[in-house]
């Protein structure tokens, strides 16, 4: 490989925010291996990614406040993000866009970018009422058509997504996930008298999906020996059902992922989440724990229900999924052990790593 061949990583947030772990850093020893030099720069610094995590609990001033922040920061950091940009061979902006269409005159300085979108980012999370919500629903979507524009070629992490950007551009990929399957492994099933796990990852702004279940497992405690643990959620309780809250940390996540006996990934079937793929999903997969989730045409794209893990259509069909496999150990070990081989097949960072590769080099030789 020709030692010229670089590539400027420009992910939306520094490496706290999971998209930025899953999509570039998980590649990094992959393209060490092959030869290729690589920068990551964010744009956006550390400190801002921590309130960008958090962001969803800021509301009035303090939000407004923070959104003026992360206007003037990917401004500032652009220039930054340009000089660099003539200096490397591709451009990947994982997430990034840039206000004012600065992503325009970023192609007059290097045509080989690469867009990667994880998540429905062309649209709000939630809706927001009042002028700033409008205005925000605005600039994501013109700032999402933009990048899509000016870039050679996109990844998508799934069709949903690649609906709406085959609109801007025709050369698009697919990459799922991925997953690493070397630091998640098959976690060892407890005893049959044992009390039932069953868990949730995630964060706090996403623990509105965990409402959905709140009766749902409320009915599950009078009838089982259950407890919800929780990783990521912040001080979420149930009243009626043990739960137990633990913060999340890369160095402890497997490890938590490894208590659950169910792992369980609630969420509305509408534009926004048909979007996400559902990183939770994968995580329980990846570790041999069932899954049991709710019905999205995504989510179905990779859960065969009653196979590698359940589908649920509602209510009763979230109460009788976990039943069954509060009951039935065999069930869980032999459905985590399929979820398991379909992300190792599929989703998991040695089985797409190639393309990855593949789609940097095609992009310089296009």
């Given amino acids: 490989m020709d030692k010229s061949f670089k590539i400027l990583f420009v992910p939306n947030g520094g490496r706290i925010a999971p998209a930025t772990r899953y999509r570039i850093y998980q590649y990094l020893p992959f393209l060490d291996e092959a030869g290729i030099k690589y920068k990551v720069y964010s744009a956006i610094c550390d400190n801002t990614t921590v309130r960008m995590v958090g962001s969803s609990a800021l509301t009035g001033l303090r939000k407004n406040m923070y959104y003026a922040r992360v206007f003037f920061e990917r401004l500032i950091r652009f220039f930054r993000i340009f000089y660099l940009a003539g200096i490397f061979d591709v451009v990947f902006l994982q997430r990034t866009t840039f206000p004012l269409g600065l992503e325009k005159l970023l192609r007059k300085r290097n045509k080989n970018i690469i867009f990667d979108i994880d998540d429905s980012i062309y649209m709000p999370d939630k809706e927001e009422r009042g002028l700033t919500g409008r205005i925000k629903k605005y600039i994501k979507k013109e700032e999402v058509v933009s990048a899509l524009k000016v870039s050679k070629c996109v990844i998508v992490e799934n069709n949903h997504i690649r609906s709406f950007a085959a609109g801007f551009c025709a050369n698009i990929h697919i990459i799922t996930g991925p997953i690493d399957t070397v630091k998640n492994f098959p976690r060892q099933a407890s005893g049959k008298n044992d009390t039932v796990i069953i868990g949730w990852i995630g964060s706090p702004s996403t623990t509105v999906y965990l409402d959905m279940l709140k009766g749902i497992l409320v009915e599950l405690s009078e009838k089982y020996d259950i407890k919800l643990n929780l990783v990521g959620a912040g001080k979420y309780i149930i009243p009626g059902v043990r739960v137990e809250n633990v913060g999340w940390s890369e160095a402890i996540e497997v490890g938590e992922l490894h208590k659950f006996d169910i792992g369980v990934m609630p969420m509305p079937d509408n534009e926004w ?62 459905m985590g052990l399929k979820g398991r081989q379909v992300v190792e097949e599929r989703y998991s960072v040695i089985a797409n790593a190639g393309t990855f590769i593949k789609i940097l080099k095609d992009t310089i030789s296009s």
Avoid at 284 to 291: E, Q
């Fill in 273 to 334: 989440t048909r979007g996400k793929v559902g990183c939770k999903m994968l995580q329980y997969m990846v570790n041999a724990i069932p899954a049991v989730v709710s019905y999205t045409p995504t989510n179905a794209e990779i859960i065969h229900d009653g196979a590698n893990g359940f589908l649920a259509y509602d209510k009763k069909d979230w109460i009788n999924k976990i039943s069954i496999l509060i009951e039935n150990l065999q069930l869980r070990k032999g």
